[in-house]
């Protein structure tokens, strides 16, 4: 086993390859948590299976192992992992959770990111988390027992009403924005998730409320996650796959919730579309 020295050493220049260079204001608060977390007490006993970062699949018991870039398994059977650290760090970077905020963590498996929120908003802001399954729920809040900022909900996180929150952060893919989740952000809130048409490759979404109805929206990169379980919707996934299929997503520029697309729709769903102009920053005006 590695001396705890080494580890320490190792999660410093692990945090600094993984968080992007365009990071901006959040990548020392970023680079600071990743640093800071031991992964191996989130991913379960040893020996792990780590996947991807140019080296394939492997079982090991070597701590060093998990700070690359890897993907570490949670549970074979059901697909579920901890998720590829570098594609976290960016997306975290991009809703920049700020000291003293509230943060929602939908699909928060066994609480490795959920710490890195908890980092992010520090001990005057919250996080709660919803994990679906209740075997993860468990382990992530004996993890995060340490954490008084942090709640941990062994619960759906699609269930209208959520708590009014300055950000989302959803781990698992949704073919629609759900109305539970935009209803809860603040003005000025964040929602970041995987829009993906069940489990094909999907579009990482960053939507920010402008207004009541309109929302700026920028697409990060293309995901694969597991499903969001309700979240999911058959004939909003078709529309999706052919949007994607046929669509550059770095053309979407806002989100509405209304049911009057016009000719700059990007996708259309039931009662929300995507656009390629950019959103209003102001609510609209009742009367002459």
């Known amino acids: 086993m ?31 948590a990743f640093a800071a977390l031991p992964r191996e007490r989130f991913v379960g006993p040893p020996p792990w299976r780590t ?16 700070y690359d870039d890897v993907l570490v398994s949670l549970d074979a059977g059901r697909g579920i992992n901890n998720g590829q650290p570098s594609l976290h760090a960016e997306c975290l970077a991009a809703c920049d ?40 729920a468990t382990q992530a809040a004996r993890h995060l ?36 989740w935009l209803d809860a952000l603040r003005p000025g809130g964040r929602l970041m998730f995987p829009l993906a048409p069940d489990t094909d490759v999907g579009m990482m979404l960053l939507v920010t409320r402008r207004t009541a109805v309109t929302y700026d929206a920028r697409a990060l990169m293309r995901v694969s996650f597991i499903a969001c379980v309700g979240a999911g919707d058959a004939r909003a996934a078709d529309a999706l ?35 390629t102009r950019e959103a209003a920053t102001r609510e609209p005006q009742v009367g002459s």
Do not use: C, F, K
């Open 2 to 32: 590695a001396a705890e020295a080494t580890l320490q050493q190792a999660r410093a220049a692990y945090a600094r390859r993984i968080v992007p260079h365009t990071a901006g204001d959040a990548g020392p608060r970023l680079v600071a």
């Open 51 to 66: 996947m991807g970062g140019g080296i394939g699949r492997i079982d090991t018991s070597d701590p060093l192992a998990l």
């Open 97 to 136: 959770p700020q000291p003293g905020e509230t943060a929602l963590h939908v699909g928060a498996g066994t609480g490795y990111y959920t710490a890195v929120l908890a980092l992010l908003v520090g001990a005057h802001g919250r996080v709660i988390a919803y994990e679906i399954e209740a075997d993860l």
């Open 145 to 180: 027992a340490t954490w008084p900022q942090v709640e941990v909900r062994a619960a759906s996180g699609t269930i209208a009403p959520l708590p009014a929150a300055d950000v989302i952060y959803v781990s698992a893919g949704a073919t629609h924005p759900l109305p539970a």
């Open 241 to 275: 796959r052919r949007a994607l299929a046929t669509r550059p997503i770095d053309a979407v520029r806002s989100l509405h919730r209304d049911d009057a697309p016009d000719a700059s729709a990007w996708l259309v769903g039931n009662g929300w579309w995507l656009s």
